[in-house]
């Protein structure tokens, strides 16, 4: 079940930045920490973002996080083709008691 | 560099059940929590559950009654096993490693931050 709720595309040129916002609820985002995953065609997600803004070791700074109230948004500057994929946000849900995910961004760069 | 493989059964008949284990290399199994999630065809991610080293488990409540995560700390393995599937079980899983921790100012943290490639099981007679 996905209680976190994601616009299904979002699409832009080479260079342009991009947002994709994850909308949840005070049982989820409002009350922890958000993560970010990046899904390249035929492959496993990839953490991006983790404790709604940090990044792993290896991962570009083009890309951030930010969280206020029960949103959560990536943005990524300076789009690159290889950066077409699926993006997923996630978190854990207090009122649930299990980890959710998005429903899933599909980046097109034009 | 921690690695994580999945292996197992491609193709499961309905009503049976889905066995599947996850090799950790590169790295120790403990102190860590470590997961099985799954995604549909063309679909989205689903959280099955999520197993400690010491054996503590948490089970997505939509699964829960047929699913049982297990690790065996001598192989630094942990395996996944649901009951009773049906079409609907038809997804990758992926195993994953899950940072979990907990702060009283920011909530529960829960990034997967290692993955297996993910293994295709197709339910079906």
């Known amino acids: 079940q996905s209680v976190l709720t994601q616009p299904p595309s979002v699409s832009a040129a080479p260079g342009q930045n991009v947002t994709i916002s994850c909308s949840g609820t005070s049982s989820n985002i409002g009350s922890n920490c958000v993560s970010w995953y990046q899904q390249l065609p035929g492959t496993a997600p990839k953490l991006l973002i983790y404790?709604?803004?940090k990044r792993p070791s290896g991962i570009p700074d083009r890309f951030s996080g930010s969280k206020s109230g029960t949103s959560a948004t990536l943005g990524i500057t300076g789009l690159q083709t290889g950066d077409e994929a699926d993006y997923y946000c996630g978190t854990w849900d207090s009122g649930l008691s299990v980890g959710v995910f998005g429903t899933g961004t599909k980046v097109t760069v034009l | 560099q921690v690695q994580l493989q999945e292996s197992g059964p491609g193709l499961v008949k309905p009503s049976e059940t889905l066995s599947l284990t996850c090799t950790v290399s590169g790295g120790s199994i403990t102190s860590y929590y470590w997961s099985w999630i799954r995604q549909p065809p063309g679909k989205g991610l689903e959280l099955i559950g999520y197993?400690?080293?010491?054996?503590?488990?948490n089970y997505n409540p939509s699964l829960e009654s047929r699913v049982t995560i297990s690790v065996d700390t001598s192989k630094n393995q942990f395996s996944l096993e649901l009951s009773s599937v049906t079409a609907a079980d038809t997804a990758v899983y992926y195993c994953?490693?899950?940072?979990?921790?907990?702060?009283?100012?920011?909530?529960?943290?829960?990034?997967?931050?290692?993955w297996g490639q993910g293994t295709l099981v197709t339910v079906s007679s």
């Open positions: 197993i400690f080293y010491s054996g503590n488990t």
């Open positions: 404790d709604n803004n």
């Open positions: 994953a490693r899950v940072g979990k921790s907990y702060d009283i100012l920011t909530g529960y943290s829960l990034p997967f931050d290692f």
